[in-house]
């Protein structure tokens, strides 16, 4: 049975999650879920409670691929999504940073985790792949008082698998376009945890 993997998102830089090159990708933090979203499955990234934003959607997702952290890193498919300072400026949010060589994890240059961040990122062993997505970034939308109940409070996630909620989020969705229509706010989320 599909599930619906929601969360806050307390840093909002394009970088997890990406939504650029015409698929939105989690490939860093939230390891819980990586270990375990399927394909059909949703992820739904929500504002902070503390700028008032709480109940809106930054992002929401439907999972149409998993792969591994360390099939992404190879994959030439995913080379797009590599960081680089060079190029347009989206591409130094590149969640593709991690790659498998001579038998040991490398990480790619990049503006967002440094070798701190390793051990955490790597243990969520997936990557999440969308083309299925709404990105509204900077204009986070609320969602409707019946699709209240899906939002996370707080650190961690939520995971629901109401058949009612799927219906519900995929109609209120209908009514947006899909793909990434906002920016992201290339900063920490007002009074989100450090």
């Known amino acids: 049975m599909p599930r619906i993997y929601a969360y806050v998102i307390t840093h909002d830089y394009g970088f997890a999650p990406n939504p650029y090159e015409g698929i939105c990708t989690l490939a860093t933090c939230k390891p819980q879920i990586r270990k375990r979203a399927m394909p059909g499955d949703w992820l739904v990234g929500s504002a902070s409670t503390t700028n008032g934003l709480g109940n809106s959607v930054v992002y929401a997702a439907k ?59 790597l243990s969520g062993q997936n990557v999440l792949i969308a083309e299925t997505f709404w990105y509204f970034g900077t204009n986070p939308q609320p969602l409707p008082t019946e ?47 450090a």
């Open 63 to 121: 999972i149409d691929r998993v792969c591994t952290m360390e099939e992404y890193g190879c994959l030439p498919e995913f080379e797009r999504k590599r960081p680089s300072i060079a190029g347009m400026p989206h591409r130094r949010h590149g969640d593709n940073i991690y790659y498998f060589d001579d038998g040991n994890w490398q990480m790619r240059r990049n503006p967002h985790h440094s070798q701190l961040h390793r051990e955490h990122d």
């Open 147 to 193: 699709l209240l109940p899906i939002i996370k409070k707080g650190p961690g996630h939520k995971c629901t698998s109401d058949p009612q909620a799927f219906e519900l989020l995929e109609l209120w969705l209908g009514a947006f376009p899909q793909g990434m229509t906002g920016s992201p706010a290339e900063r920490k989320f007002q009074g989100a945890p």
